[in-house]
């Protein structure tokens, strides 16, 4: 099975399409036990993906769509398709465990599989806790970092310093300069829109990572392997910095 860390439902046949693999990981974490995909796993700009002749049925007959509001589909979405109104959710997408919380509890609602998102949420809690305690006994979360927007939530989470946020849009000279200024050992990119590289060439000693947001590459599929996986890109930063 594709979404195979999160704890599923008995039985749930409502149909669930969600616009990525982000919306996507979700609704499995609230309870969902079939979710259609219409942008592919492996894309590594899943926002932009156009909407074909072949996702119109699948709509149609979603009992709920799941969407975050950055996609290129959404004008389609909210008009020109005689979608049901009721059947859109728009949700909030990224790893603070506040909108995590947020989000999948929202999508369970409509399911009704409650139980199953507040089991899945708590181990999401677990495990960015954990996380958050590994990096500081690695002193990593006194250590000053920079970081791209879009990965400022799962850094805040984890309990680092933030020294500047950068982007998300690409780095203009100014941009740069002012970055230049600030004391940082490590610069925390995002790796569907990596803008942050120009910064290591004004701070040569940095380390560099690119975190995940969208599920699909490196083998991840869920909310939770995101998660590890992001933590394993970090922990090799502190790494780098201890020696």
Known sequence: MLFFSCIQPAKNESVVVATNSWTAAFAKCAGADSVLILAPMEMEHPSEYELRATDIPKLIHARIIIYAGYETMVKHLQSGMDLK??????????????????????????????????????????????????????????????????????????????????????????????????????????????????????????????????????????????IKYNLQQLESVSANIRQ
């Open 85 to 226: 109104k009721e059947a859109l959710l728009k949700i909030d997408t990224d790893y603070s465990m506040a909108t995590i919380e947020k989000s999948v509890m929202a999508i369970a609602q409509r399911l009704g599989t409650e139980k199953v998102a507040l089991q899945n949420i708590d181990s999401i809690r677990h495990l960015l806790a954990n996380g958050k305690i590994r990096l500081s006994n690695t002193y990593i979360n006194s250590t000053p970092v920079v970081v791209n927007f879009f990965q400022l939530s799962i850094v805040k989470e984890l309990g680092f310093k933030v020294a500047g946020v950068f982007g998300p849009g690409p780095m203009e000279a100014n941009d740069i300069d002012r970055m230049a200024k600030l004391q940082f050992n490590a610069i925390v990119d995002n790796v569907h829109n990596p803008v942050g590289k120009p910064l290591s060439k004004v701070n040569t000693t940095a380390s560099y990572k690119a975190l995940l947001n969208f599920p699909g590459l490196f083998h991840t599929t869920t909310i939770q392997d995101v």
